[in-house]
């Protein structure tokens, strides 16, 4: 098998200062047993959307 490179385009929509790990660890449920899982559900990214946007109000 050979390497296969692939580009991606990433568009940043905004800027946000970052968050204290106490204002997340609640709602991101990234532990699956001894491992860290990487991705995020869609509950737990509209949360931390919505911590965000607290914090920049």
């Known amino acids: 098998m ?5 580009q991606v385009r990433v568009t940043t929509r905004s800027l ?4 204290e790990e106490d204002s997340f660890r ?9 491992k860290f899982r ?3 559900n869609i509950p737990e990214a509209l949360s ?5 946007a607290e914090k920049k109000n």
Do not use: A, N
Not at 26 to 34: R, S
Not at 48 to 52: E, N, R, S
């Open 38 to 40: 990487l991705e995020l």
């Open 16 to 19: 946000y200062e970052p968050l």
């Open 2 to 6: 050979g390497g296969c490179w692939l």
């Open 26 to 34: 609640p709602i991101l449920h990234h532990y699956d047993g001894p």
């Open 48 to 52: 931390l959307l919505d911590v965000f």
